[in-house]
């Protein structure tokens, strides 16, 4: 409506998109989980961060993972690493690696493209996800993460509210402190954790591919009646 001031508010609509129920859905099969560790050389003994998304700069990967170790280094805590899903870009891969201090690259694991059979898994028993990204259209991995009953912090920018409602904790993505608090809420915090869970998957129920299809149905046939009768 700022950009384009000949619009009127009754030509625009919003029709949610959703995450697939058959891919993501709570999924807590342990022989699955460990066949993914083995897999991915994530460490037994370990919990992890998730985060599922394409590597590249808009994604503000560097600043998460960065927050990650201050994090864990100023804490001393050695039981949890952050795992990266996700295909990549150019060089930006190389780059992010570069800001890992050598003592610490073992605590960031890149597992490259995720087959839709492991999301489930990989959200299922993650500690909690992290979606930051600086802009998005809509979000669906934050969607996804909820439908898995897994909590999510994500940026408090463009979409990324609406689509999280209260199914996780917003920061701002540039608020390194409010980050780090929020890895620490959430590894130090298990009543929080599963009420930000159980949140999540109520929300999530709201989202769906039918919906959003009988919207823009609706609208569409509105649009063509309207039209029709002008004739």
């Known amino acids: 409506m700022r950009f384009f001031p000949y619009l009127h508010s009754d030509q625009i609509i919003v029709s949610y998109l959703a995450a697939d129920k058959h891919t993501f859905y709570c999924n807590k099969d342990k022989n699955l989980a460990l066949a993914i560790r083995e897999k991915y050389k994530i460490p037994k003994q370990t919990r992890y961060i998730f985060s599922l998304c394409t590597l590249d700069k808009r994604k503000n990967l560097i600043f998460a993972i960065e927050c990650f ?25 190389e780059v992010l690696k570069s800001k890992i201090p050598d003592e610490y690259t073992h605590k960031v694991i890149f597992t490259g493209y995720l087959l839709d059979s492991e999301l489930s898994s990989f959200f299922s028993n993650a500690l909690c996800s992290v979606y930051l990204s600086t802009y998005e259209g809509f979000g669906l991995p934050i969607l996804e993460s909820m439908q898995c009953g ?3 912090i994500a940026a408090n920018a463009t ?5 999280l409602g209260d199914g996780g904790i917003l920061v701002e993505p540039t608020d390194a ?49 309207a039209t029709k009768e002008s004739h």
């Open 69 to 93: 170790i201050d994090y864990i280094r100023e804490n001393r805590i050695d039981d949890l690493v952050f795992v990266l899903g996700g295909g990549h870009y150019g060089k930006f891969k």
């Open 150 to 152: 897994c909590p999510v």
């Open 159 to 163: 979409s990324l509210p609406e689509v």
């Open 177 to 225: 402190l409010a980050l780090k608090k929020a890895y620490e809420v959430m590894y130090s915090n298990e009543n929080l954790r599963e009420e930000l869970r159980q949140k999540g998957l109520k929300w999530a129920q709201s989202f769906s591919w039918g919906i959003c299809a009988d919207i823009m149905e609706e609208m569409i046939k509105k649009k063509y009646y």
